[in-house]
């Protein structure tokens, strides 16, 4: 029997709740030259049951009984072991594939054997299935490559890896059992080129007992030595981890409350990104995707800050219209300029 094109893996460990719709989003796709491993990482709710009553009914399910916990590194390790197709398709157990997702990622990277990965904008959706909001990720691979220095800039649960590049680099991390996504996306950076389609192809859950709301401090901790590690060895940026930590802080909307930190963290993302052109972007399209990305960074950062830091406020302002001069700032932060 011949190998299938895209194999999808999902790991579960008591995912009962939502794991059924997870895999009829699978079953119902517009592609289906496809094989699905879903592997049952010791549940002890009847997921595996649920499991075995969908491959039953479709022979392209194969089911994995893990009897020991792995977690999710170790179990989709599994998964990628026993797969056999060019392409590997991750759908977390509470999240959806629309329904031409496989169609779309496979075209691209059939088109595409300088990338190594790919994924899409997303829906986001609570625990009963009503839209939260849209979320996009980077279009141009070299934004894409850029973002990863500030956290992942494709979405694990919406991404279609090329298998033999993920099975060369030894698969999922162990020892990044909360980040061993996004741990792998960078290795694969590393290799190949990454991006994402416009299109949505996918409904990520938002609920209270998925395992980054679960472990989301131990997470935070792990993501921030993570960025902090990269950039050293990518750019050899080495501003303190307070500095740096307040930088990325800032950009989520925490602007740190000392004027001395505030302006150390200013002049760390200004060198970051003067480092990042001089190392990574050899063709001037890759200079723009990268100068608009970190344009949209500095206007959260002045949006953020304009009550307690005018003056920063400003700052990043106008580093972002340096870099992006149609750039549009909204209404309440505009008032806010006018007022100063």
Known sequence: MSAPRVSVLTATHNGSEYLDRTIRSVLHQTFEDFEYLIVDDASTDNSLTIIHEHARQDHRIRPIAHPVQAGPPGALNLALS?????????????DLALPKRLERQLEFMDRHPDHGAVGSAVRQID????????Q??????AAAHWGLLFGASLLHSASMYRRSLVERLGGYSTNHAYLCDYELLI???????????????????????????????????????????????????????????????????HPPAEPALAAAAVESLRTLFGQYLQGFTPQPSDQEAVALDCAR??????????????QFSRDCWREARRLAPNLKADLAFRRSLRRR
Request: aromatic fraction near 12%; charged fraction near 20%.
């Open 187 to 253: 290795r694969i950076a590393q290799q190949a080129r990454i991006t994402n389609l416009p299109d949505v192809l996918a409904c990520y859950r938002r609920h209270d007992d998925q395992t980054s709301a679960r472990h989301s401090q131990r997470q935070n901790g792990q993501m921030l030595l993570l960025q902090y590690a990269l950039q050293a060895a990518w750019l050899h940026h080495r501003p303190s981890l307070e500095v740096f930590s307040a930088m990325r802080r800032w950009m989520y909307g």
């Open 127 to 134: 625990g009963y299935g009503n839209t939260l909001r849209h």
């Open 82 to 94: 026993a797969a056999r197709g060019d392409y590997i398709a991750i759908l977390d157990h509470d």
């Open 136 to 141: 996009t990720y980077p279009l141009h691979p």
């Open 297 to 310: 960074r500095w206007a959260k950062m002045a949006h953020y800050s304009y009550r307690l830091h005018p």
